[in-house]
C-alpha cells in the first residue's frame, strides 16, 4: 500500500489595526447621563443645608429614582422617573451603536485622527 502525503493548507489572519485599542469617550452615552446626574447634583444641594448625609441620602434616592423608577421615599414606582434616568441613557447607546457603528460615523472619526471622541 502506497501512502498517500496529506496536503495541508496554511490559513493567515489579516491582522486589525496597527497597535493596541485605545479608550474612547462616546458623546451619545456621556449626554444621556447629564439628566440623572443634574437630578442628582440638584437633590444634593437641595439636602445639603440639613447636612452631608442628608444630602448623600437625598442624591442616592434621585439616582435610584431616575435609574429603576423606585422612589424610595414614597414607596411606590412610576415610569415618569425613568423618562428622566433610564430612558436618555438608553437612547445614547442605541445611537452609539447604531449611529456611530452602522453608518461608520465612528470609524470616520478614527481615521480622521481624533483621539479619545466617538459619537
Same mark, same amino acid.
Do not use: C, E
Given at each position: ?7 495541508? !493548507? !496554511?490559513?493567515? @489572519?489579516?491582522?486589525?489595526? $496597527? $497597535? ?10 456621556? =449626554? ?14 437641595? =439636602?445639603s443645608?440639613?447636612?452631608?448625609? =442628608? ?6 434616592? =434621585?439616582?435610584?429614582? *431616575? @435609574?429603576? &423608577?423606585? *422612589?424610595? /421615599?414614597?414607596?411606590s414606582?412610576?415610569? /415618569? ?5 433610564l430612558v436618555?441613557?438608553?437612547? &445614547?447607546?442605541?445611537?452609539?451603536? %447604531?449611529?456611530?457603528?452602522t453608518? &461608520?460615523?465612528? !470609524?470616520? %472619526? ?10
Open positions: 500500500m502506497v501512502k498517500k502525503k496529506i496536503t495541508r !493548507r !496554511r490559513r493567515y @489572519f489579516a491582522r486589525r489595526g $496597527g $497597535g493596541p485599542r485605545k479608550p474612547t469617550i462616546s458623546l451619545a452615552v456621556i =449626554a444621556g447621563l447629564m439628566p440623572p446626574v443634574n437630578d442628582a447634583w440638584q437633590a444634593y444641594r437641595g =439636602a443645608s440639613d447636612g452631608v448625609t =442628608a444630602g448623600l441620602r437625598s442624591m442616592g434616592n =434621585a439616582l435610584t429614582r *431616575d @435609574f429603576t &423608577g423606585w *422612589d424610595v /421615599q414614597a414607596g414606582w412610576n415610569w /415618569q422617573n425613568l423618562k428622566n434616568g436618555p441613557v438608553g437612547m &445614547g447607546v442605541l445611537a452609539h451603536r %447604531l449611529i456611530g457603528g453608518l &461608520g460615523v465612528n !470609524r470616520m %472619526l478614527a481615521r480622521a485622527g481624533i483621539p479619545w471622541i466617538r459619537l
